[in-house]
């Protein structure tokens, strides 16, 4: 059954995702995958175009979203599978979200710059369709750019380099996460909260990639089950290496609940992730 099930999918909702949903449906057919969810950022526009391309193909479509929450001080993101996408809820929370992201966006100009990159809203603006501007696309201005071409701080991203792989990704995780110079907080809402309301309007809530986001601290993942019980965990992952997908399987064994597969599959800004996990 591997590859034939990929339940964590990113279309152009998502403003790090590339693909229109169709698109992505067409894609997933051609790899010969039978199962498959679209799981954007905080956002649940994907959803109806996609199952309807998904039904001409005979391929089972899941309506999903991932969203950004926090536990104490760490950023997760938590999927929601079988969620009704017309519930207000979820349109509220991405309103919520976006609101703050387009706020910070021009101050992410002003930090890029004091890395010393020269960054402009107009060529910005050729990459986003809605003003917010993701650290993933500061990198794909940055790393294009001719007078950069030489720059040392831009070497690990470039072919050869040990930052090569996903590098628009990367760059992200290097200058604009959590606790790196360019970052701006948004204030999402908490893991109980969204876990609760995922169920609360009869969707499974399932936990994204945990080895990527509980690095060095699984064991939070036993305090998390205890605040709010998830219905699942997303062990088989293109983060995770056996070792980790063993780990979060027998965590899903301990606590009965489920385990799903998903590539966290981009496009552009993730090159080394293909569909299906």
Known sequence: MKHQIDLHIH?????????????????????????????DHNQVKAIKAARKKAEEYGIRYISAIEIDCTYKDIN????????PEDEPYFQTLNDKIYDQELSLSN???????????????????????????????????????????????????REGGDRSDNPYVNFYWDFYAKGKPCYTKVIYPSYKEIVQNIQKYGGEAVLAHPGENLKGQYETFDEMMQEAKLNGVEAYSSYHDQETIEYFKNKAEEYNISVTCGSDFHGKTKPSISLGW
């Open 11 to 39: 279309s152009k909702y998502s403003d790090d995702g590339e693909y229109e949903p169709e698109e992505l449906v067409e894609m997933c057919h051609q790899k010969g995958i039978k199962v498959m969810a679209i799981a």
């Open 107 to 157: 101050k992410k100009i002003e930090l890029t710059k004091k890395l010393g990159f020269n960054v402009t809203k107009e060529e910005l603006d050729q990459l986003s369709d809605n003003g917010v501007y993701t650290g993933e696309m500061f990198a794909e201005v940055i790393l294009n750019k001719e007078e950069y071409k030489d720059h040392p701080l831009l070497k690990p991203y």
């Open 76 to 83: 997760l993101h938590v999927l929601g599978y079988n969620i």
